[in-house]
């Protein structure tokens, strides 16, 4: 098996405006081992998402990989077909979208979204792609699949719709898949229900997982590294609990410092991010 899995190098992907050329990413590499879950986090604008998109090359118009390689097990992503990468997209490669409703098409139900991406790249076909769709539901942990799987994303409550958008992105097992921000708009105990369920899936299929967020509790509990982007850069990357540790640019010590703990005193106020000094290394 090969050390690494996915391999990204000085990537840059630009959008055209009509205030100039915006690099959203900006010359980032990292790379992704075969099981590991790597953390991106960044605030919003901070070009997570948008390196997610370049991967899977998504990224719409004026958007544009400039410059780079993004190699995933030995085929450069960057000059692969359309054609190829459709192949690759949802059966190698599953993503997680931030939005469950705005995601799923309302006028399809679940399980019907379920089977698009099980009959293109499964090549099952009737009741047998049926049972495979109310199979990814029941990984997913939401009861009563077979019933579930005529349900519309109406229907559904937020927490419900993000398992189902879990469900195709893994319903073909991919190698990879990439999460931005997949607890958006969920409560708490929800949330913490999405995350166990991640991390239970990836372990139980020995799946990469890229996890896009600005939460940096989230990473601490589920991901191996992680690396910190601002302002389309990769400022620091490290192992999870070194980061923790030692964080040594001053952004990362910035987000860290914004954490609310409960041990501080009553209405103490969060520190902002020093932007002078984040941009001080740029």
């Known amino acids: 098996m090969t050390d690494t899995l996915l391999t990204v190098n000085n990537l840059v992907t630009q959008f055209a405006t009509d205030d100039g050329v915006v690099?959203?990413?900006?010359?980032?590499?990292?790379?992704?081992a075969p099981g590991e879950s790597l953390g991106v986090v960044g605030e919003s604008g901070s070009g997570k998402s948008v390196t997610a998109l370049s991967i899977m090359r998504l990224v719409a118009k004026p958007g544009r990989i400039v410059s780079g390689s993004i190699n995933f097990l030995g085929q450069e992503l960057t000059t692969s077909?359309?054609?190829?990468?459709?192949?690759l997209r949802g059966n190698d490669i599953g993503m997680i979208f931030q939005e469950p409703m705005t995601s799923l098409d309302p006028l399809y139900n679940c399980g019907y979204q379920i089977r698009e991406a099980i009959e293109l790249h499964q090549g099952?076909?009737?009741?047998?792609?049926?049972?495979?769709?109310?199979?990814?539901?029941?990984?997913?942990?939401?009861?009563n699949a077979s019933e579930r799987v005529d349900s519309y994303p109406h229907q559904l409550s937020g927490g419900m719709r993000q398992r189902v958008m879990i469900a195709i992105a893994l319903s073909c097992n991919p190698k990879l898949l990439i999460a931005d921000e997949p607890t958006t708009a969920l409560d708490v105990t929800m949330q913490a229900r999405i995350l166990d369920l991640l991390k239970n899936l990836q372990?139980?299929?020995?799946?990469?997982?890229?996890?896009?967020?600005?939460?940096?509790?989230?990473?601490?509990?589920v991901c191996d590294r992680v690396i910190v982007m601002y302002k389309g850069k990769?400022?620091?990357?490290?192992?999870?609990?070194?980061?923790?540790?030692?964080?040594?640019?001053?952004?990362?010590?910035s987000l860290l410092g914004s954490i609310p703990r409960l041990d501080s005193p009553?209405?103490?106020?969060?520190?902002?991010?020093?932007?002078?000094?984040?941009?001080?290394?740029?």
């Open 203 to 221: 372990e139980s299929r020995q799946m990469a997982l890229m996890l896009i967020t600005h939460n940096l509790g989230i990473v601490a509990e």
């Open 234 to 253: 990769v400022v620091e990357a490290k192992p999870v609990n070194e980061l923790f540790a030692n964080p040594e640019h001053p952004y990362t010590r």
């Open 23 to 32: 690099k959203a990413v900006d010359d980032v590499s990292f790379t992704i």
């Open 81 to 87: 077909s359309d054609r190829a990468m459709r192949a």
């Open 266 to 282: 009553l209405k103490t106020p969060l520190p902002t991010v020093d932007w002078e000094a984040s941009s001080a290394t740029h």
């Open 124 to 143: 099952l076909r009737g009741e047998v792609a049926r049972q495979a769709a109310i199979k990814a539901l029941s990984d997913v942990g939401i009861p």
